[in-house]
């Protein structure tokens, strides 16, 4: 807590272990949840354990050289066990809800004492992260989804898991659990799995709505697409230093196709998704193009995956 303090306040803070902030942004009830993920690594040594401190706080939101835990908007406090920082590097995942807007967010890490019961316990690593995060509002009148998911897997539930433990286990959506990938870069051998939510879609008369999502994978190359591309008219147009690969089968999601429990109109999002085999692919850098269109509104949102193919 001192830690995050001192970074607040613009005093010199340790940076002894390495760490990373990741987070994506879902629709809460109320505001935007937040799940995250926090990388360290640069353990050069075995450790009795850390514990990690998260602060997060609206800009302005706290004076300067002043504690005040009532205009937190978010803190909390966990610990490391030793086997997990065995073998760096260390993701730890976590997650919060708060309304939108422009937040910093605080994360200090320490070493516990090697011997907790010791006056002296000597000196204890530690690390301070502070990242400026700014949350978007998904509560609106308009189509819109939640940020774009890079997944190693997605794994089915048998129910799903009580809200209270929502925030260690911050990618279970309904009975879907989303594992999100270490990173962008993917072998020949397998797989790009894009994980996403669409919410606010239109609804018409007795609950019917009528989405489709298009996938478009293009890949940057000296030149790009050659002028006059008449294939060009019928998908979206790759952009400048860019050359269309491929396209997968449009998703449709309907009454029809969700079942009858479904309803978007009471706030239930469609968990749209990917899975693209890179077996065919060549090595390079790629951008997976995400057209999601409401049929009824004609209305359409579009997001960009970027991602590499690499060696087996």
């Not at 008219?233 to 269309?244: D, H, I, L, S």
């Amino acid at each position: 807590v001192d830690l995050a303090d001192a970074a607040m306040t613009g005093r010199a803070v340790p940076a002894e272990f390495g760490m990373q902030w990741g987070n994506d942004f879902f629709k809460a009830q109320p505001g935007t949840f937040v799940p995250f993920t926090i990388t360290i690594d640069k353990l050069t040594r075995p450790s009795p354990g850390a514990l990690i401190y998260v602060r997060v706080v609206a800009r302005g939101g706290a004076p300067a050289g002043r504690r005040r835990p009532d205009v937190f908007a978010y803190e909390t406090i966990f610990s490391v066990e030793p086997d997990a920082l065995a073998a760096p590097p260390l993701r730890l995942r976590r997650g919060f809800a708060v309304p939108p807007g422009r937040y910093s967010v605080y994360v200090s890490l320490r070493e516990r004492p090697a011997d907790l019961l010791a006056r002296a316990s000597g000196p204890r690593r530690a690390s301070v992260l502070v990242h400026e995060l700014d949350v978007p509002d998904f509560w609106t009148d308009g189509m819109t989804t939640s940020t774009v998911i890079l997944a190693d897997r997605v794994e089915q539930l048998r129910e799903p898991i009580p809200p209270g433990q929502l925030d260690e286990d911050p990618y279970v959506v309904g009975t879907t659990r989303i594992h999100p990938a270490s990173r962008s870069a993917f072998g020949r051998g397998g797989e790009l799995i894009v994980v996403f939510l669409v919410y606010n879609p239109s609804v018409g008369p007795d609950k019917h709505f009528d989405v489709q999502v298009d996938y478009h994978v293009y890949r940057r190359v000296r030149g790009g697409d050659p002028p006059g591309d008449s294939v060009a008219a019928q998908r979206p147009p790759a952009r400048p230093g860019e050359r269309y690969v491929t396209r997968t089968n449009p998703q449709r999601f309907t009454p029809a196709l969700m079942g009858t429990h479904f309803d978007p109109a009471g706030g239930q999002p469609v968990l749209a998704g990917q899975g693209i085999l890179l077996s065919g692919f060549e090595d390079g850098e790629y951008r997976l193009g995400i057209t999601v269109t409401d049929l009824l509104s004609r209305k359409t949102v579009s997001r960009d995956v970027a991602f590499t193919v690499i060696g087996s």
